[in-house]
């Protein structure tokens, strides 16, 4: 069923309907918050109350896209708040690049192009057989090394290497190089920061 035959049903209190919206947009909010801020539990934490704020005011909504800019503009506003109670320098200035007019509006909006992109990449992953995403998952997000992957999934390291070549590949049909080293350069911002 498509978003915006819910909009009903959502405005009138259907969880259900709710939980279809938080499915669509929360993995792409918390990666577009994410850029913005320091540290994972708290982009979670505000996209969790962009989507309590959302609830509140769902009788507001007649259409997708405004919840969907809704839940954006919630969450940057929620993003930079937190950023002005930090009094550390640095986050203080990332702040005033974010605040920064037409700079801040472009680099925003670039950020939720790629938010949206790294959701496309991570719903085709979802798709891949199961010992494929296994291995990309082990590689990318858990950073395990090729042996590792090996002993703990029962395989040879060639093996590994051949599932990961084969899901790179299926991955190429919809994404372009870059698509991807994005996305896994974001995976692997997360996971350093995640051990920090």
Known sequence: MHLEDIIPAFREGDPQAFDAFFKEHYRPLVFFAQQLLTTIGGAEDIVKDSFVKLWQKRIDFDHHKSIKGFLYTTTR????????????????????????????EERILQ?????????????????????????????????????????????????????????????????S????????????????????
Request: overall charge positive.
């Open 77 to 104: 506003n929620a993003c930079i708040n937190l950023l002005r109670h930090e009094k550390v320098k640095d986050t203080y200035q990332k702040e005033m690049v974010y605040l920064d007019d037409q700079k801040g």
């Open 111 to 175: 950020q939720m192009i790629h938010s949206e992109l790294l959701q496309s990449i991570h719903r085709e992953i979802e798709k891949l057989p199961e010992k494929r995403r296994q291995v990309l998952q082990m590689i990318f997000q858990e950073g395990l090394k090729l042996e590792e992957i090996a002993e703990i999934l029962g395989i040879s390291v060639f093996t590994v290497k051949e599932h990961r070549a084969k899901a790179l590949a299926q991955l190429r049909l919809k994404f």
């Open 177 to 196: 190089d870059y698509q991807l080293a994005l996305f896994f350069a974001f995976s692997s911002a997360i996971l350093m920061k995640t051990r920090l």
